[in-house]
């Protein structure tokens, strides 16, 4: 006679043996629980040189050791978070500096951010933050945590240009269950390639990069303020207190409105190269 699940469960207690579960239910509970699993995702494409990309590792590192960030893990429900980050830039250059990795107090703070300042610098060419979602999407859950919450951080100073469409990717994150939020870096800085900037890279990411419940834009005005946007944008989504009136210059909040629709179409950035290199090959 075959025994039925129920059947197993009440012969294993009264064995002594504790619930019997299938192995993939047995796997998720041995998770640790978290109120948050963050995933970082920091753009080193061509347009951001070693000292720019050291300045972005500065003010990640920075951040996340400030009192505040750490007063935010530790106000929610279980005190801690899961964070992982990665580099990337062309849609085959994605590279982990950290690992999911248990944050829960200052000491745990510091020793994440040592461990991201001593990985070394490095920058490549083009931009695809459709490469960048699609890399983040199985990371979720890869870990020994499990979160209340999946967040991908996205930070860049330009559009996607390569790797496929960039709202598809978005798209797919979301049917995961994944929120997007993005840090656009707005520097008026001329790429070293001469590559067009997109003056309202802001509006861009709003429109095709960020979503989800509570999904928001941070903006850095440069580099030189950049830490402080990461880290008001990581109190933000520790907490999950987004508020679409916040504006505290130099960093600009803007939260995803429902619908919002990029004019200038989301593949401006294919575009934008497209004519770039057609323009380089006519002379």
């Not at 699940?5 to 998720?28: E, I, K, S």
């Not at 978005?170 to 001329?190: F, H, S, T």
Request: charged letters at 25%; aromatic letters at 8%.
């Amino acid at each position: 006679m075959q025994l039925r699940l129920p059947v197993l469960l009440v012969l294993a207690w009264l064995a002594g043996l504790g619930p019997v579960l299938p192995a993939g239910d047995a796997r998720a509970a041995d998770k640790i629980p978290v109120d948050l699993e963050l995933l970082l995702a920091v753009d080193i494409s061509g347009s951001i040189d070693p000292d720019e990309a050291r300045l972005q590792r500065d003010g990640y590192a920075k951040a996340l050791m400030h009192p505040a960030v750490v007063k935010a893990i530790r106000g929610g429900i279980h005190g801690k978070i899961a964070l992982a980050y990665f580099e990337w830039a062309d849609s085959y250059t994605q590279g982990d500096v950290l690992d999911w990795t248990l944050i829960s107090d200052q000491a745990g703070a510091e020793a994440v951010a040592r461990r991201l300042m001593d990985h070394p610098i490095r920058t490549a060419r083009r931009t695809s933050i459709a490469g960048a979602i699609l890399y983040a999407i199985p990371r979720f859950g890869s870990g020994p945590y499990k979160g209340v919450r999946q967040v991908l951080d996205i930070s860049g100073d330009g559009p996607n240009n390569d790797g496929g469409p960039v709202d598809l990717a978005r798209d797919k994150a979301l049917a995961a269950g994944i929120v997007i939020n993005g840090l656009p870096i707005m520097n008026g800085k001329q790429n070293t390639w001469g590559f067009p900037m997109l003056e309202d890279l802001d509006r861009y990411y709003e429109g095709c990069v960020i979503g989800g419940p509570g999904a928001f834009v941070v903006v850095a005005e440069g580099f030189d303020t950049f830490g402080e946007a990461v880290r008001r944008k990581l109190i933000l989504e520790i907490a999950q207190r987004p508020s679409p009136k916040a504006k505290t210059p130099p960093v600009l909040l803007q939260k995803a409105q429902s619908g919002y629709r990029y004019p200038k179409g989301c593949d401006v950035g294919e575009r934008q190269s497209q004519d770039f290199w057609r323009r380089r090959f006519d002379q």
